[in-house]
């Protein structure tokens, strides 16, 4: 299409529920078919359905059909329903906590090549009961655990760092960072949400430098509010001619964040808005080549 995206934008299919997709009142549904193919017409690269594990099977047949049909891709998804996810199952020792991971883990890397997504996703939930060098300890294992199970799938474990929730373990990019060297496995990388890691360290700049090495996933809310690109502070457009520069980019790059309004109107202004800054960075990385 001529007016293809030339970053690879993913829209969301609703990245809290899954009754607020990111086109809503464009597409005016929230069927994942309707909006698979509303952003085939626009020019984005894929789709984002973060909790598709959660979807009944005849929603996720019609979604592989739509994809399939529209040639587009899938973002990462969860390794967990939300109930399950937000449960300090990793920061736990032991078998137990190891046999349910694994008994959702191997779901979501079944659907995950079904859908052709390349990423299995995961929150570190942690606990006050249990000191957390202890969970720290845990996580790690189970992360080399489920790396491997990812690996021999030829997919990734994505591990998203923030502080949206109570006792979560990774709490700032450092902490992410020194949790996957001590993990130690290239299966399991890092998911760099701007809008998660302005809110934990303030500097989306200084925490890519620190993070670019481990970075498998990118993706783009503006601050403050989880807001579109462009209508907040952060400068993603110096932010995404680095990614490009660091050879991060070249996947999807997820959308996730809300509007400062619900209308259509401001969706196409997000999309017009995606339109201008693709400019910008290109721009800005031929600037970067002349000097």
């Given at each position: 299409?001529?007016?293809?995206l030339?970053?690879?934008?993913a829209?969301?299919l609703g ?5 607020e997709p ?11 078919a ?5 952003a085939?017409?626009q ?5 984002f ?6 979807r009944?099977?005849?929603e996720?047949?019609?979604?592989i ?5 529209h ?12 109930d399950?996810?937000f449960?300090a199952l ?5 078998r137990?906590?190891?046999t349910e991971?694994?008994?959702?883990l191997?779901?979501?890397?079944a659907?995950a ?11 570190l939930?942690g ?9 720290e300890?845990?996580?790690?294992e ?15 474990i994505?591990?998203e ?7 979560l373990?990774?709490?700032t990019?450092e902490?992410?960072v ?5 993990t ?12 998660h890691?302005?809110?934990m360290?303030?500097?989306i ?7 670019r090495?481990?970075?498998?996933t ?7 509010g ?26 999807l ?9 619900a209308?259509?109107?401001a969706?196409?202004?997000?999309i ?11 721009l ?8």
């Amino acid at each position: 299409m001529s007016n293809d995206l030339s970053l690879r934008f993913a829209p969301h299919l609703g990245y809290i529920t899954q009754t607020e997709p990111l086109f809503r009142q464009s597409v005016g549904t929230i069927n994942p078919a309707d909006h698979i193919a509303f952003a085939a017409q626009q020019g984005f690269a894929g789709i984002f359905d973060p909790w598709m594990i959660s979807r009944p099977e005849a929603e996720i047949e019609d979604l592989i059909s739509a994809l399939r049909q529209h040639d587009l891709e899938s973002g990462g998804i969860t390794y967990a329903p939300f109930d399950v996810m937000f449960t300090a199952l990793f920061a736990r020792d032991g078998r137990s906590a190891w046999t349910e991971i694994e008994r959702n883990l191997d779901r979501s890397i079944a659907l995950a090549n079904r859908v052709g997504s390349k990423t299995v996703e995961v929150v570190l939930q942690g606990t006050p009961d249990l000191p957390w060098l202890e969970q720290e300890k845990a996580a790690a294992e189970h992360m080399r655990r489920a790396g491997d199970r990812a690996a021999a799938a030829g997919l990734v474990i994505g591990i998203e760092h923030m502080i949206a929730l109570p006792n979560l373990l990774l709490r700032t990019t450092e902490a992410a960072v020194s949790f996957l060297e001590k993990t130690g496995h290239p299966a399991v990388r890092l998911i760099f949400d701007t809008g998660h890691v302005q809110d934990m360290d303030g500097d989306i700049h200084a925490a890519w430098e620190l993070a670019r090495d481990y970075v498998s996933t990118v993706q783009l809310a503006d601050m403050p509010g989880r807001i579109a690109p462009g209508t907040g502070t952060l400068d993603l457009v110096r932010f995404l001619a680095q990614a490009v520069r660091d050879g991060k980019a070249d996947g999807l790059i997820e959308l996730e964040h809300g509007w400062t309004e619900a209308s259509a109107a401001a969706e196409h202004s997000g999309i017009a808005a995606l339109r201008r800054m693709e400019v910008e960075v290109g721009l800005a990385l031929e600037s970067a080549d002349t000097k």
